[in-house]
């Protein structure tokens, strides 16, 4: 019994104790400046931010000032129509308490299954923006396919809005008649489908600040001719990854997109190619990405696409190819005569799969690239021929293996005979090389035998340049 009476009154004291924590805590952090606990509540999601009007007096309206407001989906999936409605509840609630401060970020993500959702979302959305949104993150879905959205008019001509990320989830949207983003710097579209040239190229005419844009998965429908132009634009990246039903392509009759790049530093390029990208005063460009995919059939000219896209980059420092995209200049010879001189590339990167050596636009790419110091083949390198020698492959050898080229990586190498030739052939050219990594499959490691093997017939290889170490490593 005495025994008992000892737990029982060591586990009332341990929850005064813990309770008193609590109350300490709440009066440690009530003590704070309202400006601090706002900024504090700031890093919370939104809900839990709520939460804490339960804790006291003071905090029952300290959340309906903070900064940040993100209101998103109950799930992952799609939301039952329950739950699309009290998403948009909590959402009119928080806006009806908020006082008059500045909204710095409003997350809106939801479905719109009726047409009452899209009423309550036009209005949520017109309500953020009369508190001087900063930041605007937009991800709706549509249960229409066929509707075509609307977004509040005041939205394209907002001041303060310096950040709008839009995913429509391969919807259209409908442009108003003006459109001037006067401060937006970053511009994501997700998912869209453009619908009308006119207000299409208004929006893209309308960005005098824009630094980034970014352009997701969209497709440009039944446009024929849009042109991006940005004075400030640093960064522009397009994916396009996946199939949308303005993708059907139309015997050749693509869109044709002219960006204007007086600024432009960074361009990014991945995916499927539903339209023609010709750049236009790319001079400043620094960085560049190309990375084609072979999923679906191309257009027929796909080829002089690719070519006049490249064209426009001969400015860039650095820049990654898929082997995909070399394949496909390769079957245009017609355009090799065309390959401009990349005089300020220092890197080059093959990506994706493993490229021939005897490749005639790789070849061509080094033959026009005379400062190149490092030379990247991320997933191997072979000879698409049966070799016995190098057959002057690399005649004349490029500039750039005479007087400039220091590192070669070389990823996926299994130390296969055409493999084992084409290292060959790069030691024998590279006359100022300073190393060269070769990169095997993770396998090797349980490979005593193989890994001795592979690392022998390396290191017998000749070297033209004296200084230059071999490498060779496992993932």
């Known amino acids: 019994m005495e025994t008992t009476c000892v737990i029982q009154k060591t586990q009332k004291k341990q929850k005064l ?28 999601p939104t809900k839990d931010a709520v939460r804490t009007s339960v804790l006291s007096k003071r ?10 407001l993100d209101f998103e989906r109950y799930t992952s999936d799609k939301s039952e129509p329950v739950e699309t409605e009290l998403l948009m509840n909590f959402v009119d609630r928080a806006l009806c308490l ?34 001087n949104v900063q930041e605007l993150n937009i991800d709706i879905y549509i249960g229409d396919c066929d509707v075509v959205f609307s977004l509040p008019s005041c939205l394209f001509t907002c001041k303060t809005l310096t950040s709008l990320y839009l995913n429509m989830w391969a919807r259209k949207l409908k442009l108003p008649t003006i459109i001037c983003f006067s401060n937006l710097k970053i511009l994501t579209i997700e998912y869209l489908t453009f619908s009308n040239e006119y207000l299409t190229q208004q ?31 640093n960064s522009l990246s397009i994916f396009k990854m996946g199939v949308q039903d303005g993708d059907i392509q139309r015997s050749g009759d693509l869109c044709l997109v002219m960006i204007v790049g007086d600024s432009l530093k960074e361009f990014y390029y991945k995916g499927l190619m539903f339209a023609e990208y010709c750049l236009y005063n790319s001079f400043r460009v620094e960085k560049a990405e190309i990375v084609t995919k072979s999923k679906y059939d191309r257009p027929t000219n796909i080829g002089r696409f690719l070519w006049n896209l490249l064209i426009g980059l001969s400015s860039v420092e650095l820049l990654r190819l898929s082997s995909d995209m070399v394949k ?65 492959i690399l005649d004349p050898v490029p500039l750039c293996f005479l007087s400039h080229l220091k590192c070669i990586n070389i990823g996926s190498y299994f130390g296969h005979e055409k493999e084992l030739l084409a290292v060959k052939i790069l030691l024998k050219n590279a006359v100022v090389l300073d190393k060269i990594n070769i990169t095997c499959p993770a396998s090797y490691d349980k490979n005593f035998d193989r890994q001795v093997k592979v690392l022998t017939q390396l290191l017998e290889l000749p070297r033209r340049s004296q200084n230059c170490k071999i490498r060779a490593l496992t993932v």
């Not at 200049?329 to 890197?347: R, T, Y």
């Open 59 to 68: 905090w029952e309206f300290l959340w309906v000032s903070i900064p940040n």
């Open 98 to 131: 908020r006082d008059s401060s500045v909204i710095k970020r409003f997350a809106l993500s939801c479905d719109v299954l009726f047409d009452h959702d899209a009423s309550r979302v036009y209005t949520c959305i017109s309500t953020a923006l009369n508190h």
């Open 328 to 392: 496909v200049l390769s079957d245009s010879p017609e355009f090799l005569p065309h390959m401009p001189m990349f005089n300020n590339l220092i890197d080059l990167i093959i990506v994706d799969y493993r490229v021939d050596l005897d490749c005639t636009v790789l070849l061509k790419i080094l033959q026009k690239s005379p400062c190149l110091q490092t030379l990247n083949f991320s997933e191997g390198i072979s000879l698409s021929l049966n070799r016995k020698e190098d057959d002057m």
């Open 203 to 233: 929006l893209f005419s309308s960005l005098p600040v824009l630094e980034e844009l970014k352009l997701d998965d969209c497709s440009w429908g039944d446009l024929k001719f849009v042109t991006i132009s940005a004075p400030k634009l």
């Open 17 to 44: 104790s813990e309770k008193e924590d609590i109350s300490g805590n709440i009066k440690g952090l009530g003590s704070l400046p309202e400006e601090v606990l706002r900024h504090i509540l700031s890093f919370l």
